[in-house]
């Protein structure tokens, strides 16, 4: 029944993710409903097929090496779900949307309701750990942003820091080692395919997305 309400969730988050990337790349409002632009083609299949596997994985992991809990796994579930159509739209546009950050913002902050009526204890814990870990991310990587020119993109910031509000400091800390370990081993890829140059700018969404799977799944948290 858990894993079940797990599969639903993520379920409702990729559909939901699908059809947001979809109207956003062909810069198409929601409120049109133009269904064309939805049309299944190679690339997208790859996206549905991609999402349903990594997060069926997870699952796996989540209720046979680490236990969780329902409220832990969909929490993870929610930030990899988000994290997919963040990587699409970074992959191609170079940019990540302010109006899916402010959606994650809004999920994790219903998401507490949960872990306080649990345990009103253990929910200020967390808070106080999530927002630690948002600060600590989204400061480091901010300073680096004005020390280093170009170095990191204001979109990346604000994911961070994000992800520190769903994982807490260690968990993000972990999430932002993978990410730029992927990276790296992409970067490396691209120029030696010389796909890209050495001027080029690489989208830093998917390895985030790649790279937190990752880390999640190794470290469950």
Same mark, same amino acid.
């Given at each position: 029944?858990?894993?079940?309400?797990?599969?639903?969730?993520?379920?409702?988050?990729?559909? !939901? $993710?699908?059809?947001? =990337?979809?109207?956003?790349?062909?810069?198409?409002?929601?409120?049109?409903?133009?269904?064309?632009?939805?049309?299944?083609?190679?690339?997208?299949?790859?996206?549905?097929?991609?999402?349903?596997?990594? =997060?069926?994985?997870?699952?796996?992991?989540?209720?046979?090496?680490?236990?969780?809990?329902?409220? @832990?796994?969909?929490?993870?579930?929610?930030? *990899?779900?988000?994290?997919?159509?963040?990587?699409?739209? +970074?992959?191609?546009? @170079?940019?990540?949307?302010?109006?899916?950050?402010?959606? !994650?913002?809004?999920?994790?902050?219903?998401?507490?309701?949960?872990?306080?009526?649990?345990?009103? #204890?253990?929910?200020?814990?967390?808070?106080? +750990?999530?927002?630690? /870990?948002? !600060?600590?991310?989204?400061?480091?990587?901010?300073?680096?942003?004005?020390?280093?020119?170009?170095?990191?993109?204001? /979109?990346?910031?604000?994911?961070? #820091? *994000?992800?520190?509000?769903?994982? $807490?400091?260690?968990? #993000?800390?972990?999430?932002?080692?993978?990410?730029? *370990?992927?990276?790296?081993?992409?970067?490396?890829?691209?120029?030696?395919?010389?796909?890209?140059?050495?001027?080029?700018?690489?989208?830093?969404?998917?390895?985030?997305?790649?790279?937190? !799977?990752?880390?999640?799944?190794? #470290? $469950?948290?």
């Amino acid at each position: 029944m858990i894993i079940a309400i797990d599969a639903v969730v993520s379920s409702i988050l990729i559909a !939901a $993710g699908y059809v947001y =990337t979809c109207y956003y790349l062909n810069g198409v409002h929601w409120k049109s409903r133009n269904t064309e632009v939805l049309r299944l083609r190679r690339n997208r299949i790859l996206y549905l097929v991609f999402a349903a596997l990594t =997060t069926a994985v997870l699952i796996c992991l989540f209720y046979t090496v680490y236990r969780m809990e329902v409220i @832990q796994s969909i929490k993870l579930l929610c930030l *990899v779900e988000i994290l997919f159509p963040i990587g699409a739209i +970074d992959f191609r546009l @170079q940019k990540i949307p302010n109006q899916i950050l402010l959606t !994650a913002v809004i999920i994790r902050g219903v998401l507490y309701i949960p872990e306080f009526i649990s345990s009103p #204890a253990t929910g200020f814990l967390i808070l106080k +750990d999530n927002l630690v /870990g948002a !600060a600590v991310i989204g400061i480091f990587f901010f300073l680096l942003f004005l020390v280093f020119k170009n170095s990191i993109g204001m /979109g990346d910031i604000k994911l961070f #820091a *994000v992800m520190g509000l769903y994982q $807490g400091l260690w968990g #993000a800390v972990n999430s932002v080692f993978f990410s730029l *370990v992927v990276s790296f081993v992409l970067s490396v890829g691209l120029l030696i395919t010389r796909k890209k140059g050495r001027k080029d700018t690489i989208p830093f969404g998917p390895s985030i997305l790649i790279g937190t !799977a990752i880390a999640i799944g190794l #470290a $469950g948290m």
